[in-house]
């Protein structure tokens, strides 16, 4: 627990402060009475096993899925008490989740911008500039149906950004995306966080949290095991062994026999 | 192996049936109602031993065509039967090919249609029971004959399915396939009405088809009857060439699906055009409008339902001249009026897991069901308008005008309303994005269509004023009550279409998450 209480921002309302969530399907506990605080102006990384409850907590985090118990405060705005105010707050990124992929890139990241309320003006402007962050404007008119795993991921980024919010969760953001792409999204996330914004993203690559991340969070069975800075939590070590250490499962062994081929 | 692939399928019925309690009603539904047919059926068949012999051996021959015929076009149309061993997901495994459609083929067997089939085939040995030669002849006929069912039905879907593998000539081909296949009746009908001024034909279209691949195999019982053996033999000889040919196509035509790579067709139109969204205000629901109607002319399983404003009256037209009345014309409009409205009533369930944009920027749920109200509506009421109208010209009635629009555009009003209600309440099993139009998820029939009664019983409820006032009109041929029945429809249409979207904007406000969780499920 000390790791978590010296991550409390010391004035204040955390970026995303959360209390207690917890979440069960049928009876098996997906998240465990999570608490965490993401100080403003923080890279968050959230890591975790597959399957330990980082996307369900994000989820009930922004609005999408309602918790069984506990609070989400965006900003210090209750997500589930006001969710049109804390959505206003929030941009966010879902894994597996499908796009409206009938709809042109720039009719998509259009359409977001709309819903959130902005003007028309606004909008084509904004989609104007996204589209252009994520070498995306040759592709403005082409149906993301046909697009790319990676151009996908990006126009969706795109959507979450137009209503250029003070927090961004995005889940996964760097699956399937090619290298240049990857490096032009970080590129664009580290200069969000400089202006001031708080990004919070969740992997399983241990080296690109560590990299790119100021904070981390370590997740598995839906249970917070460590968060903090990134130095707080990995010490001596590697975040990846620190990891493993935390999470447990590493064997130790060369496997069966019959998989050694000399 | 080939059990494998076996128990395969029916671990997978059930895990599937494990999912919902609904999808096991749905299947003991489906087994009641396959086993009523099929008692019906041997019924049938046993009693046709009695009958004279040209008209059992006619029925037994025309039944087996019309069977084969049915496997091969019904999964090309409605795709209830289901396709979950799928030969593509099991491209990973070396399975040899032999093993791999002997297995497919028996585990297709294994599904309702198959055992119902399987059962009624043999079945055909108690219509020769008299002489024992020829019931066992039947009987190995029968095998044949069901296999040949089974095969030729896996053979084109895989054929069709590589035919339609580019995603713009699926989605237009899905839906001009379907044109055809909704004017079956009229064609049937015309063909029949040819047949029946020779009213003693079927015998003989019996005989055509004996000696066609799909007939040949069910008339050589009937040959060893007779005891024309060569007759026999050769029939049996087609119906079993029928087989091989149909088994070395599916073959081919799996090893080539495993081993080509569908390919996709990209088209791209100017970035700067944002087509219905620079048309439709600048607001969240002008938004949702403006992609509901891109959706309405861009996606076939919305299109799908806008193909049928052309047809319904196309059929009435059709039907009125046999029937030499014209007044089912004058259905067309309120019909239209009452497909259209009811097409929405689980709309949220169409977007799929995309509706997570419209749950993560906070959208009102009024704003969202006034978009998707209105998106429909721009494009119904014109269609409606203009059917009425153009019904009463048709039919030369002029009179009833008034009280056709009255009732139609209530129907219309009032139904937008409710599926705005409803669709945020429920979410059904529907194809996902991309799938073919025409597939329905396994056991999502049932379920789908208890919602779709229930939601047609309040509707009817909620048009009864006009509906009434309109119908003594028509009936009493009083212009007046068709202008009160035009008041009443776009009065009452109006403030239940109103209503709607505000309670249905309420319930998605409070829902929107759990309708979330609902789609998501689906997935």
């Known amino acids: ?262 | 192996m080939v059990a494998h692939l076996v128990k395969l399928r029916l671990l997978l019925l059930k895990n599937s049936l494990m999912r919902s309690p609904w999808q096991l009603i749905a299947l003991i539904f489906g087994g009641l109602y396959g086993l009523g047919m099929l008692v019906l059926l041997t019924v049938g068949l046993v009693a046709l031993s009695w009958a004279p012999f040209q008209f059992a051996r006619t029925a037994v021959v025309l039944g087996g065509s019309a069977l084969v015929l049915g496997w091969i076009v019904i999964p090309l149309i409605a795709t209830g039967i289901d396709q979950i061993l799928d030969p593509a997901k099991l491209i990973t495994f070396p399975i040899p090919r032999r093993q791999l459609l002997i297995g497919l083929t028996l585990s297709g067997a294994l599904g309702i249609p198959g055992i119902i089939t399987t059962l009624g085939a043999l079945a055909t040995a108690g219509t020769w029971w008299q002489h024992p030669l020829g019931a066992i002849s039947a009987l190995v006929c029968a095998v044949i004959g069901v296999l040949t069912c089974i095969v030729a039905s896996r053979a084109v879907l895989s054929l069709s399915a590589k035919l339609s593998s580019g995603r713009r000539f699926r989605e237009v081909g899905g839906i001009v396939a379907f044109i055809p296949l909704v004017l079956l009746g009229p064609i049937v009908i015309s063909a029949t009405q040819s047949i029946r001024g020779a009213s003693d034909a079927l015998p003989g279209l019996a005989r055509a088809l004996s000696w066609t691949p799909i007939g040949a195999i069910w008339t050589a019982p009937s040959d060893v009857v007779s005891g024309e053996f060569g007759a026999a033999g050769l029939h049996f000889l087609i119906g079993a060439a029928t087989l091989v040919a149909l088994w070395l196509l599916w073959g081919w035509s799996i090893e080539r699906s495993l081993s080509a790579a569908p390919h996709t067709a990209t088209r791209s139109t100017n970035a700067g055009k944002l087509g219905f969204f620079s048309v439709l205000p600048a607001s969240p629901a002008g938004a949702v409008a403006a992609r509901s109607l891109t959706y309405w002319l861009r996606d076939p399983r919305y299109s799908r339902t806008l193909i049928m404003v052309p047809l319904i009256p196309a059929l009435f037209v059709f039907y009125s001249a046999i029937g030499r009345s014209t007044g089912m014309v004058n259905v067309s409009g309120p019909l239209v009026a009452f497909l259209l409205s009811v097409a929405i009533f689980s709309d949220v369930s169409y977007d799929s897991t995309a509706f997570s944009l419209h749950v993560s920027t906070g959208i009102r749920g009024a704003a969202d069901r006034l978009g998707r109200a209105t998106a429909l509506g721009s494009i119904a009421l014109p269609c409606v308008i203009v059917l009425c109208i153009g019904s009463v010209w048709f039919t030369a009635s002029w009179s009833i005008l008034p009280g056709l629009l009255g009732l139609s555009v209530g129907v219309l009003l009032s139904g937008l309303g409710l599926s705005s209600v409803t669709s945020a309440r429920v979410t059904v099993a529907v194809p996902a994005p991309g799938d073919s139009p025409f597939k329905s998820p396994p056991g999502a029939g049932f379920t789908t269509m208890l919602t779709s009664f229930a939601t047609w019983a309040i509707l009817f409820v909620l048009v009864l004023p006009e509906f009434i006032v309109a119908m003594i009109g028509f009936a009493t041929d009083q212009v007046i009550f068709g202008w009160i029945a035009l008041v009443l429809g776009v009065a009452l249409g109006c403030v239940f279409a109103a209503v709607g979207v505000r309670v249905g904007g309420r319930v998605f406000d409070r829902r929107a998450p759990e309708l979330l969780a609902g789609l998501r499920k689906q997935v």
């Open chain 1, 1 to 262: 627990m000390s790791q978590t209480e010296a991550n409390l921002p010391t004035h204040g309302a955390a970026a995303l402060s959360i209390r207690g969530l917890t979440k069960a399907y049928g009876d098996k506990l997906a998240v465990d009475n999570i608490d965490l605080d993401v100080p403003v102006g923080s890279f968050y990384g959230l890591v975790g096993p597959n399957g330990a409850g980082k996307t369900t907590t994000l989820s009930m985090a922004t609005g999408l899925l309602r918790p069984n118990g506990g609070q989400a405060l965006i900003h210090g705005v209750d997500v589930w008490q006001h969710p049109l105010e804390a959505k206003r707050l929030v941009g966010v990124l879902s894994d597996g989740v499908k796009l409206f992929d009938r709809l042109t890139g720039a009719q998509l990241v259009t359409y977001a911008g709309l819903l959130d309320g902005m003007s028309r003006e606004t909008v084509a402007e904004r989609v104007g500039d996204l589209l252009e962050l994520f070498d995306l404007a040759a592709a403005g008119g082409t149906l993301v149906v046909d697009y790319s795993a990676g151009m996908t991921k990006k126009v969706a980024l795109a959507c979450a950004l137009i209503h250029a919010p003070r927090l961004l969760v995005l889940d996964e953001p760097f699956e399937s995306v090619d290298p240049v792409s990857a490096a032009n999204i970080r590129d664009i996330l580290d200069g969000y966080v400089r202006s001031g914004g708080t990004v919070i993203v969740s992997s399983h690559v241990m080296d690109l949290v560590e990299r790119m991340c100021d904070h981390v969070a370590v997740i598995a069975s839906g249970r917070v095991l460590a968060a903090g800075t990134i130095d707080e939590v990995r010490g001596e070590s590697t975040l990846e062994n620190r990891f493993v250490d935390l999470v447990g499962g590493r064997r130790h062994g060369e496997g069966p026999e019959w998989l050694r081929t000399s």
